[in-house]
């Protein structure tokens, strides 16, 4: 079977397709013909060697898959052809086959796009994640979503706009800020522009926010915090630009302001099985729109260097 490994950290250009055996299912377990594949920015991270979570090498790729199950180990009731999601704990998604224990899978309903169901497995739980579970959002709080555009953006912002929040998010390009706004953005804001905390304010009646949703980092993630309402508070899940973010402890001290890391994983496995389902049920029913970018298992490297130059909108998919 075909398999996207690198065996050293670097530019997406260290990735590669090996040929590799077909692994088996052993007891408990299914093997998936994979039909999509998804991609994150930690992807990104793991292959240049920054994420706290990059493993050994050679090392593949990928928590999330999509496919048919090919074949089956004993006590196993899934069937063959049965349609399935997996979110792979320990990564190796980026693969032709790929073996995951039967209790972990998800059934997946026929018809729907098996690169939008990617979208849901990290990115939608995570939106879902920092919204219900970390921030715990009520109808009219204001939040300010980074990025969007991106996966995690954009499902977060329709996850918000369903939970009656009002909704301010930031994209780079107008191109962007127009998706944003289509998906239920009651404001979209160019953060290259000096200007975007004081348009909230404008647009807020002086308020501010009262939760940011925030994975840039750096300068960006420092003029988060001037954005917030007193009380407020900021939820890190990354820090896309490579740069921590500077925090004025004076400025949390005298605005009463909370600062809280998340991670999905701090709520596995529990969120699988309850936010996943209401997820798939809106994907469904079209309540939730997700939007794909998807390219072929061959075209590995440029949808990496695709997702690094912005070129990117909603979630990206590798698709066989």
Known sequence: ????????????????????????????????????????????????????????????????????????GAGVSFKEGDRVGVLLSNFGAYSEFVVAPAASAIPIPEGVDPAAVTALMIQGLTAYGLLHNAAKIKPGDRVLIHAGAGG??????????????????TASTEAKRMFITELGAHASLD?????????????????????????VGGQIGQDSLRA????????VFGTASGQPAMIPSNALIGNSLRIKGYTLYEDMPEIVQDGLPKLL?????????????????????KAHEDIENRRTTGKVALVF
């Open 281 to 301: 049920d809106m994907l469904a029913s079209r309540e939730l729109k997700v939007k794909t970018s998807a390219y072929a298992f061959e075209d590995v490297v």
């Open 1 to 72: 079977m075909k398999q996207i490994q690198f065996d050293q950290h670097g530019p997406a250009s260290v990735l590669a397709i090996k040929e590799v055996a077909t692994p088996e299912p052993q007891a408990g377990e299914i093997l998936i013909q994979t039909e999509a594949v998804g991609i994150n920015f930690m992807d990104i991270m793991q292959r240049k060697g920054t994420y706290p979570m990059s493993g050994k090498l050679p090392f593949v790729l990928g928590s999330e898959v999509v496919g048919r199950v090919a074949k089956v």
């Open 152 to 169: 995690v953006g954009s499902l977060a912002i329709q996850l918000a706009y369903a939970a009656d929040a009002v909704i301010f998010s």
């Open 191 to 215: 953060y290259v522009n000096d200007d975007w905390v004081q348009q909230i304010y404008d647009l807020s009646g002086n308020h501010g926010v009262d939760v940011v949703l925030e994975m």
């Open 228 to 235: 917030l309402a007193s009380g407020g508070q900021m939820i």
